[in-house]
């Protein structure tokens, strides 16, 4: 692979992946200020994706309940292929400082009773929302031990890319 993407998953070989997993996506400062995007990967890449009327409640009850759990939320949006969903947060944050505080939002999921904003006033579409499938998900990604979640790459990927892509560039240099 030469060519690079502007998009910064473009450039992620997603049969690479194990998922689930937590991985920095990019992290751009701007202005003095810092900023991190997170991947956060709830299935395997090409082999599962989130039905969307579970994706869809996930994305509220998480966008919703993390913000109890931090400030520095920017933004939580699912990603468009279904396998899960990016979160931005203000400052340098590490994966493992998100991993805990996705513990602690996906806690709060299987204890709700509701899909917070869902009716027509709130959501663009309100009909398509499943919170059983919601906590479905959540509960599957509470059960993936923490270090799993740490873990982004196939054992042997690293070596491969070394192997074939001597110049691979440093996330420092881009
Ligand atoms: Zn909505």
Redesign the pocket.
């Known amino acids: 692979m030469t060519d690079r993407y502007n998009v910064e998953s473009f450039n992620l070989d997603h049969t690479q992946v194990v998922a689930p997993y937590v991985r920095i996506a990019d992290v751009k400062r701007l202005n003095g200020e810092t900023i991190t995007k997170f991947d956060l990967r709830f299935t395997q890449p090409n082999e599962r994706f989130i039905p969307s009327d579970a994706l ?1 409640s996930l ?2 009850l998480m966008a919703e309940h993390s913000r109890n759990h931090s400030a520095d939320v920017v933004d939580l949006s699912p990603m468009g292929c279904r396998t899960g969903f990016y979160l931005i947060m203000h400052g340098e944050k590490t994966a493992d400082e998100v991993v805990s505080l996705l513990t602690q939002t996906l806690q709060d999921i299987l204890d709700a009773d509701s899909v917070p ?1 869902c009716s027509p006033i709130h ?4 009909r398509d929302h499943d919170l059983d499938g919601a906590k479905l998900w959540a509960r599957r990604m509470l059960s993936t031990d923490e270090k799993d979640l740490l873990t982004v790459f196939r054992k042997d990927y690293a070596e491969d890319e070394l192997n074939r892509l001597p110049d691979w560039p440093h996330r420092s240099d881009r």
């Open positions: 869809h994305e509220h904003g959501c663009g579409n309100y």
